[in-house]
């Protein structure tokens, strides 16, 4: 998600300091820290907190100037987050799970009418039960993964709200950030054609992408 303007190199995140009160989280292009600086002599490290307030100052801006694409974006999000696709996931687990216990009530009856013997019985049994364990550690997963969209629908519906209120953000809400945009590129080049390493870009999902020039 984030890329470096000079090499199209990906980013990594690094701690400095993290032992002490100066303890710092910088993004920094890989290229630069894994093969040498020489390789990307222009990228530079930059905060994370940095990057956090660029986003603000780029969103605010999005908001501002392109309302309408904003907007229909997000409540194209909203509908995808409500279509059935879980819901239906989850019906069609349980009747697979009923399936398999009706399966393990009839092998009981099977036994208790001689058809088959204590040895088939348990073989099938074990079977079973295992298929039934995958089923439910499914079931589980779908209910874990329903919850967070719920929780991501409520934030996204949180932040149309404060859009339609011309509101000005002063929290960086990682899930916003990561709903609504597609790349960050660190470094640039600015209007008079210098190589600007404190320059972010935002690519959102939209297709819209507008720079931040961090003051250094
Ligand atoms: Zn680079």
């Known amino acids: 998600m984030y890329d470096c303007a ?46 956090e307030k660029a986003f603000l100052e780029s969103y605010r801006i999005m908001c501002n100037n392109n309302k309408d694409v904003l907007e229909e974006f997000l409540q194209r999000m909203e509908e995808a987050l ?7 996931e989850i019906a069609k687990i349980e009747k697979e799970i009923q399936g398999l216990e009706n399966k393990k009530n009839k092998l ?9 013997d204590k ?4 073989d ?10 995958e089923k439910v550690q499914t079931r589980e997963k779908s209910l874990s993964n329903l919850e967070e969209e719920k929780d991501i629908k409520k934030r996204l519906l949180a932040f149309k709200k404060v859009l339609e209120q011309n509101e000005v953000i002063d929290t960086f809400d ?3 950030f990561e709903s609504v945009v597609d790349k960050v590129i660190v470094g640039g080049v600015d209007e008079e054609g210098n190589k600007d390493p404190a320059m972010i870009t935002f690519v959102y999902k939209t297709g819209l992408s507008n720079s931040i020039f961090l003051l250094r």
């Open 174 to 176: 990682r899930y916003v």
């Open 119 to 122: 040895d088939t019985h348990e």
């Open 82 to 88: 409500s279509s059935n696709t879980i819901h239906k």
């Open 6 to 51: 000079y090499c199209g190199g990906t980013l990594t995140r690094r701690r400095w300091h993290s032992s002490t009160k100066y303890s710092k989280t910088i993004w920094q292009c890989v290229t630069s820290t894994k093969k040498g600086k020489k390789f990307c002599p222009h990228s530079k490290g930059i905060p994370e907190e940095a990057i």
């Open 108 to 116: 009981v009856d099977m036994i208790l009418e001689n058809i088959i």
């Open 124 to 133: 099938k049994y074990n079977s079973l039960m295992q298929e039934i364990n």
